[in-house]
Nanobody, 125 residues
């Protein structure tokens, strides 16, 4: 009944930018805290960024701080991840996830209740 759909992934050169979108539906008429995670080949899924229900509070992994920006448009039930100065090590499948229980998204994937299918981001050198 809950669906999250990521979009905006693609191929970009190192130093370039990309903006990911996460469209949510079926969330019982309520806003959810949203997190972005990524998983590279052979690696565990890791936290990237999160945003509170209202959009007023954000948090980032140290590896992306200063380069990535998370935001949301609640009127459109969409969360964005603006990625600047991309590096080859940013290459991964990016997933958005919703946490129904807390106002601010946490850093652990076990905290999240709903997941999208992911979108591929590839950064070339």
């Amino acid at each position: 009944q809950v669906q999250l759909v990521e979009s905006g992934g693609g191929l970009v050169q190192a130093g370039g930018s990309l903006r990911l979108s996460c469209a949510a539906s079926g969330l019982a008429g309520s806003s959810y805290a949203i997190g972005w995670f990524r998983q590279a080949p052979g690696k565990e899924r890791e936290f990237v960024a999160a945003i509170s229900r209202s959009g007023s509070i954000t948090r980032y992994a140290d590896s992306v701080k200063g380069r990535f920006t998370i935001s949301r448009d609640n009127s459109k039930s969409t969360v964005f991840l603006q990625m600047n100065n991309l590096k080859p090590e940013d290459t991964a499948v990016y997933y958005c996830a919703a946490d129904r229980d807390t106002a601010v998204g946490g850093t652990y994937l076990n905290n999240y209740d709903y997941w999208g299918q992911g979108t591929q981001v590839t950064v070339s050198s």
